[in-house]
């Protein structure tokens, strides 16, 4: 699952159906400030924290039951590796940076 920045600071969620990786890729030149309402970039930018509720609105109006339980269970296998923030629910996603 990828949140993608689009050169021109659009996010969408591509690959929203697999659960195995999730991360950010900011294409182009587009900052940071895309992530505006998502995620929450940590000093130095190479690790965001993502909003659960965000990703949810990416995949569309109501997401089916099955997927939101694939992800929620995806969220879950990574809280062992200190990768969900109790307090917020939201989970730590790596940031790639692409030339397009």
């Keep these: 699952m990828i949140i993608f920045v689009t050169a021109d600071g659009r996010a ?43 990703v949810r609105r990416l995949r569309g109006p109501e997401p089916p039951a099955e997927w939101v339980a694939s992800f929620d269970k995806m969220i879950e296998s990574v809280r062992r590796f200190g990768w969900v923030d109790d307090e917020t629910g939201s989970v730590r996603a790596h940031i790639e940076r692409t030339s397009g």
């Design 12 to 54: 969408e969620l591509r690959e929203p159906d697999e659960f195995r990786s999730f991360k950010i890729v900011i294409g182009g030149e587009s900052g940071l400030a895309a992530l505006a309402g998502i995620a929450t970039a940590d000093a130095g930018g190479k690790t965001a924290w993502v909003a659960r509720e965000a």
